[in-house]
């Protein structure tokens, strides 16, 4: 059993419609209540900056600052884990703009975002993901590349890399360069970072399959069958990665042509897609009705949250937004006594704390009202 990780203690400073806030958390699953724009999702959102990235709803920096404030934010954790209290502060000053947020743990400065990935792992669902299955594949990369940085914290790292070396040769397409060894040089990075990403793809999607096949057959949360479209995801499957990696080298020098008349890269991991189809059905998820594709998609976060667990010795603390919307009564409850086999921290948010009543005496209930957060009277 993973050793259980969860927030005790947020402070909020100038972060959306918060000025100052200061909540007090227990281990279990937490619930905000609310009316629409009240903050629910805000402060969502906030615990999301505690894993890197730029959260939930990757927002510009300058949009997540409060209206009115002196144009940085803040926000402050302390996390009760299996190696004792940690603190992680993260934020942008003002003056820092776009510049990126820094990250602090226990008053030292962070060489990266990702060094928050020791301390816990943060996964979240929201509404703008009901729409995953049907909507551009590139939500579904980055769904992936999400599941793939919990269990792998060298992912993002390896997506920046991979980027960065894309961005250079696309540049170097549209400038009609003809500088061969230029191209080499990018073009084998590109095919070292691209193969660790399409394998480090491929190993997630065996190991939360393998996860989701311990889901019960007739379950409340349908089996997903997961798999992954993109020549390297396939081919790393059954060759050698150094095998595979010369192979893509080559197919990018030989697409030079191709991709100047394009004006960019069109073969490689930033083209890949996740698939997955409703096994009990036999169907491609994006045929499936909204509830059927949003109780997919549970089954396969939660199943994902136990993997995490246990792969990483920590509970993932989750973000689920709105999640009573979409899941009849039998489905939530499914969705209750899961997690508190899972034994993780989960915030879950909702118009209508009614929603959640099953919870009392389980949960503890916070009432969101306009830049203030306190007990729900009556939970
Ligand atoms: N940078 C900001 N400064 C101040 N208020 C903001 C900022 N960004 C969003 N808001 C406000 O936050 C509210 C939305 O909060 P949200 O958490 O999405 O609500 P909900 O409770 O419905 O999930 C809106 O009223 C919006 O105006
Ligand atoms: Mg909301």
């Given at each position: 059993m993973p050793e259980q990780t969860h927030i005790s203690k947020l402070t909020l400073t100038n972060f959306r419609n918060y000025a100052a806030l200061a909540i007090d958390l227990g281990p279990g699953p937490v619930v905000f209540s609310g009316d629409?724009?009240?903050?629910k999702t805000n402060l969502l959102e906030a615990i999301s900056f505690?894993?890197?990235?730029?959260?939930?709803?990757?927002?510009?920096y300058g949009d997540v600052a409060r209206e009115g404030g002196d144009g940085g934010f803040a926000l402050h954790a302390r996390l009760d884990g299996p190696d004792g209290q940690v603190e992680i502060g993260t934020g942008i000053s003002g003056a820092d703009g776009e510049a990126g947020r820094r990250v602090r743990i226990n008053g030292a400065t962070a060489r990266s975002a990702e060094d928050m990935l020791e301390w816990l792992r943060v996964v979240w669902l929201t509404p703008a993901m009901d729409a995953l299955f049907t909507g551009p594949a590139g939500d579904r990369r980055r769904f992936l590349d999400r599941l793939v940085l919990a269990i792998d914290p060298g992912h993002g790292q390896r997506a920046i890399d991979y980027e960065k070396a894309m961005r250079g040769r696309n540049r170097l397409l549209t400038e009609g360069s003809r500088d061969i060894s230029w191209f080499e040089a990018i073009e084998t990075q590109m095919a070292e970072t691209g193969v660790a990403i399409a394998a480090a793809r491929a190993e997630l999607v065996r190991l939360l399959a393998a996860m989701i096949d311990r889901l019960p057959d007739t379950g409340p949360f349908p089996q997903a069958d997961i798999g992954l479209s993109g020549d390297l995801e396939t081919e790393i499957a059954s060759a050698p990665a150094v095998d595979v990696e010369e192979r893509f080298r080559r197919a990018l020098a030989d697409g030079r042509d191709r991709d100047r008349a394009a004006g960019r890269t069109l073969e490689g991991p930033h083209r890949s897609d996740l698939l997955v189809r409703h096994r009990p059905k036999a169907?491609?998820?994006?045929?499936?009705?909204t509830g059927e594709q949003k109780a997919l998609l549970v089954g396969i976060v939660l199943s994902h949250a136990r993997l995490t667990g246990e792969m990483s010795g920590m509970t993932p603390i989750l973000l689920l937004d709105?999640?009573?919307?979409?899941?009849?009564g039998g489905r939530r409850a499914a969705l209750f006594s899961i997690l508190e086999e899972l034994n993780c921290q989960a915030f879950m948010t909702g118009t209508d704390a009614a929603l959640f009543s099953s919870l009392k005496g389980r949960a503890q209930f916070l009432t969101v009202d306009h830049g203030t957060v306190g007990p729900t009277e009556d939970a």
């Open positions: 629409n724009g009240a903050g505690l894993t890197p990235g730029r959260g939930l709803r990757r927002a510009p169907m491609p998820a994006e045929l499936c009705s709105e999640i009573a919307a979409h899941l009849d």
